[in-house]
């Protein structure tokens, strides 16, 4: 299975993405965080930077949107250009209305689910979306500890994956690091996103150590 690394710039140097997009051109894809200070309680930025972003990075972009409404503004993030728009489940009023608009608008679907939200009502609309990402963390800030109760749900949606044959990505986020990313990749995760654990340090070699401890574990 094809193992995908997505670096969060929620741990770069916020003054510096040009340059900090530039230690990462080993990633699949950058994760761009979203944050709205209602959904989450913490704020980073919108529309304007994530379009500047695009002009900006030589890999796609995967918008993570931890905000409210977003029936209302993630389609502005795939007309920008995103490769990939994922919304929380919590916040969405109509999930299969939004992932249809934002497939229309040429980006991957992604819908999120927070470590207390069961994904059992999201499993027969697989076919609805490009991508999962389950949270293993609360979203809101980097650098915090793994949630490891979040595997079974893992589990859940890749053997709904692997049942239906539909080509769905299943991406974690939050607290992974070398050692958590194996017990996501034999959970079945496919997509892996990193903050702290890329930036700290050097990322081009924090990405190949990543990748490799992912791949001798995926399905
Ligand atoms: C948390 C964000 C994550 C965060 C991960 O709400 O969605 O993308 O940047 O950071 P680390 O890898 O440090 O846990
Ligand atoms: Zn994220």
Redesign the pocket.
Known sequence: MTVRISP?I??ADFANFERELGRIATADLV?V?I?DNHF?PNLTFGLTMTERLQELSAIPLDV?L?IDDPDRWAPGYAEAGAYSVTFHAEAAADAVGLARRLRSLGARAGIALKPDTSVEPYLELLPEFDQVLV?T????????SFIEATMPKLQRLRESVTASGLDVWLQV????TAETIVTAAEAGADTF??????FRGDPVENIATLRAAAAGHAH
């Open positions: 969060s929620l741990a994760h965080d944050m989450v993570h931890m949270m963390v609360e979203p809101g800030f980097g650098g915090q986020d939050g607290g992974i996103v990193a903050g702290s654990s890329v």
